[in-house]
């Protein structure tokens, strides 16, 4: 029995193994892990050394490694082996997988490795790289099990049987007409429990949830998580059916879309690859583009500030709230923003919303305004025995976080309303103008009730 999870507790040991060259010693280590584990260590593994790795493993060994590994070190490791186990690899990865390798490649990869593959493979190739970027096609499997409604149950099992090894999804068995039309859907299950003569398309379940070829892939995903599917049958705009799109894949989108929207919450340009595999400089140029902005965008806080200090000097005590005042304003902002980006992801909410989710973002915003200017209050009070300021940081409040909660529901979909990301309008960016609104609106409020 293989152990999992040790890539990372093993890797140094590993490192000074590979360094040495003592391939008996690789050999016993990689023979006590798991595939997936095995693939994570040639990922942070340096390229000198994947030669000896290779070397260590075994063909069949390497084929179960390789779907684990990502495209980059894919490429890698296909640069290392000779063309007949490059087309043995190549002949028995998934389409959809083999598809997405091809589309990180460069042009004179392409070049080497597509005369390798069989003339309906390399065709299968180039057709799921036409389809629009981040589109259903771009995931979809070619392989797949169909029959037609014609067929009996006994005829249909035997086509399981020849193709059970090549499909990306068994369990579904998908209803096709002699022009490729899909009809109905039926499961594994379906025809173990009908009988041999009957019809497929006695037994069949014709009301079939389908995605179109060019719809957004983490729609699709969405359809397939909402309905417990394995399996999405995807068709063209003559409704055929070309492929499929399996739960494995849709979880694959929806963790890659759910870290993209993560980083862009966080004004970080999404990553291609992993954290770790990132290199420190390109993690740097991604973060510093935004806070330069944040940077700027700052500065009319300090300006803000200086038109005011003439309320400062006449109440110094009113700079001790400042801090508390930016950072209740930028943390009730990024909340709202939060639950309201989430919403618009999910489809729970549409623009025709706006109305609803602003006023209910401004009741929400008056009710934690009120308690938090009691707190404040106190707090003023507390600190300085003077009941004024205590008024002008309790209003303050109550201003700063309707203020906050309204802009943040309402930026994000102003956002979709232009068709763009909401998931852009990031925490940070939201946090650094209500940080500029939240400075004017204490100040203006405290001039106004002092009496400066």
Known sequence: MVNTGRQYFLKPDIDIILEKGDIKAISQVFDE???????????????????????????????????????????????????????????????????????????KDKKQYLPLMPKEDREDVLTLLSHPEESAGTI???????????????????????????????????????????????????????????????????????????????????????????????????????????????????????????????????????????NIFKSAWRRLVWLAFFLIVGTFTGSII??????????????????????????????TSTMVIRAIATGELRLSDTIIVVLREMSIGVIIGIILSVLAYARAIYWLSNPMIGVAVGLSIVAIVVTSTTFGALIPLIIKAIHLDPAVISMPLIATFMDVVSIFAYFEISRLVLGL
Not at 184 to 212: C, H, P, Y
């Open 33 to 107: 892990l798991h595939p997936a584990d095995i693939a994570e260590v040639i990922e942070l593994t340096d390229d000198k050394h994947l030669g000896l790795i290779v070397d260590v493993l075994s063909p069949e060994a390497l084929k179960d490694v390789f779907e684990f590994l990502d495209e980059e070190s894919e490429i890698k490791i296909l640069s290392l082996l000779k063309r007949p186990q490059v087309r043995e690899i190549l002949d028995e990865m998934p389409s959809d997988e083999r598809a997405d390798l091809f589309e990180v490649m460069a042009e």
């Open 140 to 278: 979809m499997s070619t392989e797949y099990i169909s029959v037609n409604p014609d067929n009996t149950v006994e005829e249909a099992m035997e086509i399981v049987r020849e193709r059970a090894s090549e499909s990306a999804i068994v369990y579904y068995i998908y209803v096709v007409n002699k022009r490729g039309h899909l009809k109905g859907v039926l499961t594994l299950k379906d025809l173990f429990l009908a009988k041999k003569k009957q019809k497929i398309k006695a037994i069949m379940e014709d009301n079939v949830i389908s995605a179109r070829v060019d719809e957004d892939r983490e729609r699709v995903a969405n359809l397939i998580k909402k309905y417990g599917f394995l399996a999405l049958p995807i068709v063209d705009d003559r409704k055929c059916l070309v492929g499929v799109v399996t739960v494995d894949d849709a979880m694959d989108v929806l963790t890659s879309e759910a870290t993209e929207d993560i980083h862009k919450l966080g004004a970080i340009a999404p990553i291609e690859r992993g954290y770790l595999k990132t």
């Open 306 to 335: 200086k038109s005011y200090d003439y309320v400062l000097a006449s109440v110094m005590g009113l700079a001790y709230f400042i801090p508390m005042l930016s950072g209740t304003a930028g943390n009730a902002g990024s909340q």
